[in-house]
Every structure is written in structure tokens, then in C-alpha cells.
């Protein structure tokens, strides 16, 4: 509901040109409801299989959970620039709040959560301090995975500028700002290049293990 919300809002604010200090705002409120989505999701995965006996490998159902989620976010790209060049900006926008109500009910009716049991022994601050202090031991004082987070905000600035910023940039060069059709084209290039990578690793991995077998 935050994501919805939070798009619905961006809607609003094209609409009423807000000022950027409300976009600013807005953002982080988009980018809150996208970390209660992303990992919650995942979470309910992992505890739903668990709880019902399953013996396979998480690693081969989250990669297929990411193939999808990729050909879906190329699939999406290309249709919102369409859309947006036949209609307005804003009309994605709208298709996306019904998309995630629809989701939202979809997921209160089905996803039941199972094997999940909240753990309340400890307080919020003390919890959240016990995480910081095992990310921070596993991972800032561990090199290998110190120097992937250092280098983490580099390499997803990259793709998050190339799918969110360049569009106007990349119009203009080809002469036509109106040309969302274009846009959306470059952004799902970026969502196939994230596709592949994702199909890719999987692949590598099965073969990895094929090779352990022989």
C-alpha cells in the first residue's frame, strides 16, 4: 500500500507541478514502500517453504523469482512508454496504483503466512542494533564482501541514473522529447541486460553443480 500510495502521489504532483522539496519527499516514501515490497516478499518465500517441508534449493526458486521479475520489469518498460506516448505521463502512473491494489488484495487473500513466528523477546532499538552490529561484522570487517558494498553504490548509481535520468537526455538527442516509446525501449534494456545476468547466474550455477556431480 505504501508503493501505491507513494505513486499515486507522484501522479498528484505532476499534476499540481509541485515544487521539488515535495518530490523529494515523495521519493522517500516511494523508495520505502519498494524495501517493504522487495524483502517481504522474499521473507514470506523463504519461511512458506520452509514451514511446508520443501528439500529443493532456495537459490534455484529466487533466480527464477528474479528471471521473472526481470522479463516483467522489460515487459513493463516498453508498455509504459508506449502508453505514455499515446496517452499522457501520467497514465502509467495510474496503471501502476491499480497493478499494486490489485497485488495488495491478491496477496491478503492468498499469501498466508506461515512459518513465521515474531519475535518480541527483544526491543525494537536493541533488535535493530543487533542487526547493525552483525551487518557490520559480517560485512564491513569481512574484505571480501567489504569491498562489494563499497562498491555497490557505484555500480547501482550507474544503473539507476542510465533506467530513471538519462531518458530526457537520450531524447533529446534523438530529437523528439515527446518520444516516450523511445525511453521505455532504453529503459527495458537495461531491465533485459539485469534479465540475462540473473538467467545467466542461474544457468552457471546449475552447471557448477552438474559439475560437483560428475
Known amino acids: 500500500m505504501t508503493l501505491a500510495g507513494s505513486t499515486y502521489l507522484y501522479f498528484l504532483l505532476w499534476q499540481l507541478s509541485a515544487p521539488f522539496l515535495w518530490w523529494a519527499v515523495v521519493s522517500v516514501l516511494l523508495g520505502l514502500g519498494f524495501t517493504f515490497f522487495s524483502g517481504a516478499v522474499e521473507a514470506w518465500l523463504v519461511d512458506a517453504l520452509r514451514f511446508t517441508g520443501y528439500e529443493g534449493g532456495l537459490e534455484t526458486v529466487l533466480g527464477r523469482g528474479q528471471m521473472v521479475s526481470g522479463a516483467a520489469m522489460l515487459a513493463g518498460s516498453v508498455a509504459g512508454g508506449v502508453i505514455a506516448q499515446a496517452t499522457n505521463l501520467g497514465v502509467p502512473f495510474l496503471i501502476r496504483v491499480g497493478v499494486l491494489l490489485a497485488m495488495f488484495v ?10 513465521f513466528t515474531p519475535e518480541r523477546s527483544a526491543h525494537p532499538l536493541k533488535a535493530t542494533r543487533a542487526v547493525l552490529d552483525a551487518s557490520i561484522e559480517n560485512g564491513l570487517k569481512n574484505p571480501p564482501v567489504r569491498y562489494v558494498m563499497l562498491a555497490a553504490p557505484f555500480s547501482a548509481g550507474v544503473g539507476i541514473y542510465v533506467f530513471y535520468a538519462l531518458q530526457p537526455y537520450l531524447l533529446q538527442l534523438f530529437g523528439d522529447p515527446r518520444a516516450y516509446s523511445v ?22 550455477g546449475a552447471s557448477f553443480a552438474n559439475a560437483l556431480r560428475c
Open 183 to 204: 525511453a521505455g525501449l532504453a529503459a527495458a534494456i537495461v531491465a533485459g541486460r539485469r534479465w540475462w545476468a540473473d538467467g545467466l547466474h542461474r544457468v552457471s
Open 106 to 115: 491478491v496477496a491478503f487473500l492468498l499469501m498466508h503466512d506461515v512459518g
